[in-house]
């Protein structure tokens, strides 16, 4: 029998199929499943450079790029496939200054890998395809996090279903204005 909130799980965790890219972007976060997962992906040759963004945070002692780096290098990865991005404060600015790294880099990609969380997957994926160009293919590969929030579990205990409510509610709140403007110019 569905649960009555199954639209919201849908909706809110999902994934795509992955395919040869030509970076793997990660929003800023303190969770090390994000680089692990990148670097995994990394190692299997599906992209050959890693872009973590992210800048100062209370809940790492640096900022999260670094921290990120530091997981990705502990896992093998080599410091020049680690592009660095660490002024971000929000997942606009994840986008936004990610982009402005890659082309910096003479990087103009195609195809993108994003590694979130899984529940921020919706917002992240929503974000990176407003900011980057239309013709950017973005495959999705979210991440269980360190809280072990996930698409079976959220709606079983408080702490989990304000992760994703709180996701959720972003997601009016950060494209409310642009989709007013894009309806009043069509």
């Known amino acids: 029998m569905p649960f009555p909130f199954d639209c919201i799980s849908d909706f809110m ?3 795509t199929e992955l395919a040869q890219s030509d970076v793997i972007l990660i929003p800023g976060s303190s969770h090390p499943q ?3 997962r990148a670097a995994m992906l990394y190692h299997q040759g599906i992209a050959p450079c ?5 800048g ?6 640096t900022t999260e790029w670094e921290y990120l780096r530091n997981v990705g290098l ?6 020049e496939s680690i592009l660095k991005e660490d002024q971000a404060t929000n997942t606009f600015e994840n986008a936004r200054l990610s982009l402005e790294v890659l082309q910096q880099q003479g990087i103009h990609p195609k195809h993108v890998i994003l590694v979130c ?3 921020h997957a919706r917002r992240a ?5 407003f900011v980057f160009p239309k013709e950017t293919v973005f495959y999705v590969s979210p991440v269980i996090d360190k809280t072990g929030t996930s698409k079976d579990n959220w709606f079983k205990e408080e702490e989990k279903i304000k992760f994703v409510m709180n996701e959720l509610e972003k997601v009016g709140k950060y494209f409310r204005t642009a989709i007013h403007e894009m309806g009043s110019n069509s």
């Open 13 to 15: 965790f999902f994934e």
């Open 34 to 36: 994000l680089m692990e």
């Open 50 to 54: 890693i872009l973590p963004s992210g």
């Open 56 to 61: 100062s945070t209370p809940h790492v002692e």
């Open 74 to 79: 502990s896992l093998g990865v080599p410091s």
């Open 117 to 119: 969380k899984n529940y």
């Open 125 to 129: 994926l929503l974000t990176y395809q």
